[in-house]
């Protein structure tokens, strides 16, 4: 396990719906982790941040396909405003690399997190 903190000195975020000014540094704390999960159980990955940064999950699968993670309609994945990853009902193919990539005007960051599924 990998604790990992990040300061980035003020500045001006822009995306599509949000301009804001920082006047003080903004911090990044979470905990990269090494999960095994149950078929059908559940697992909440988290990505403390500080300060609004504009973040996305993004899912590795074990075949090296990245895709960007959003809510399902029925709930398996959900990612809360506080920006936990939630998952539920776990199948096998969700198995793979989750990262947590955080963005602001200055650069990216991504904290990585391995799950690894089990059961059957």
Do not use: K
């Amino acid at each position: 396990m990998c604790a990992c903190v990040w300061t980035v000195l003020g500045g001006i975020l822009h995306s599509s719906s949000v301009s804001a000014h920082y006047t003080e540094p903004l911090v990044i704390f979470s905990y990269s982790v090494n999960a095994t999960a149950d078929v059908g159980g559940a697992y909440n990955f988290s990505c403390n941040v500080s300060n609004y940064l504009l973040l996305q999950w993004i899912f590795h699968d074990n075949n090296s396909f990245a895709r960007v993670v959003s809510n399902t309609s029925d709930g398996r994945r959900v990612i809360t405003p506080d920006n936990e990853l939630r998952l539920s009902n776990i199948r096998f193919e969700d198995e793979g690399m989750y990262e947590c990539r955080l963005r602001n005007n200055l650069g990216i960051m991504s904290l990585w997190n391995n799950l690894t599924v089990v059961g059957g």
